[in-house]
T-cell receptor, first 116, second 115 residues
Framework: GNSVTQMEGPVTLSEEAFLTINCTYT??????LFWYVQYPGEGLQLLLK?????DKGSNKGFEATYRKETTSFHLEKGSVQVSDSAVYFC???????????????FGQGTILTVHP | DTEVTQTPKHLVMGMTNKKSLKCEQH?????MYWYKQKAKKPPELMFV???????INESVPSRFSPECPNSSLLNLHLHALQPEDSALYLC??????????????FGEGSWLTVV
């Protein structure tokens, strides 16, 4: 079955530091890949996505590239802010040809804390 | 506009109560979902509705009863819950079909406390 392995946290950074959160996956076919962010006390927000190999998703200064050869979708940001403090979830959704289509498989989540 | 609206935001209920969580989307999505999330954990899928029909039930106890009155609305009826059912309940929706990578959009969630 599908699985997502996400870098364990928590991750603590100073403002303006570089951020990488690693995410690797196991899936058959051609899944879509997502990063969701959950701010304290809130629901999940879609941060970015990529639907095919070599696609780069980007939003709010965050980027992730769909690497099929390494089955990875690492999240990066060049300069984090205090307001980026949240839990980040990597997730995949199976392709249209599979039984897991439309179902999200999540990683365990990474807690990010950014200090001033 | 990608918006899934959930009510209520907070709910406290006794173990003998009957209550409902409500979810609405106006994005024309034909798949709707209920997820349960415990603190600091990833969401767990409970139910999936596709074209207003229940397509996936992830072996959820019968004290949780979903309902999809139409393509925009999704309810979760709650009865005889246990304290361990206290969690954040997330509604989500997505298109069906591969054009948009079946992106799933979540609501803000309903915080449920069972006392």
């Amino acid at each position: 079955g599908n699985s997502v392995t996400q870098m364990e946290g928590p991750v603590t950074l100073s403002e303006e530091a570089f951020l990488t959160i690693n995410c690797t996956y196991t899936a058959t076919g051609y899944p879509s890949l997502f990063w969701y962010v959950q701010y304290p006390g809130e629901g999940l927000q879609l941060l970015l996505k990529a639907t095919k190999a070599d696609d780069k998703g980007s939003n709010k200064g965050f980027e992730a590239t769909y690497r099929k050869e390494t089955t990875s979708f690492h999240l990066e940001k060049g300069s984090v802010q205090v307001s980026d403090s949240a839990v980040y979830f990597c997730a995949l959704s199976g392709d249209a040809g599979g039984t897991s289509y439309g179902k999200l498989t999540f990683g365990q989540g990474t807690i990010l804390t950014v200090h001033p | 506009d990608t918006e899934v609206t959930q009510t209520p935001k907070h709910l406290v209920m006794g173990m003998t109560n009957k209550k409902s969580l409500k979810c609405e989307q106006h994005m024309g999505h034909r798949a709707m979902y209920w997820y349960k999330q415990k603190a600091k954990k990833p969401p767990e899928l409970m139910f999936v509705y596709s074209y207003e029909k229940l397509s996936i039930n992830e072996s959820v106890p019968s004290r949780f009863s979903p309902e999809c009155p139409n393509s925009s609305l999704l309810n979760l009826h709650l009865h005889a819950l246990q304290p361990e059912d206290s969690a954040l309940y997330l509604c989500a929706s997505s298109q069906l079909g591969g054009l948009f990578g079946n992106t799933i959009y979540f609501g803000e969630g309903s915080w449920l406390t069972v006392v």
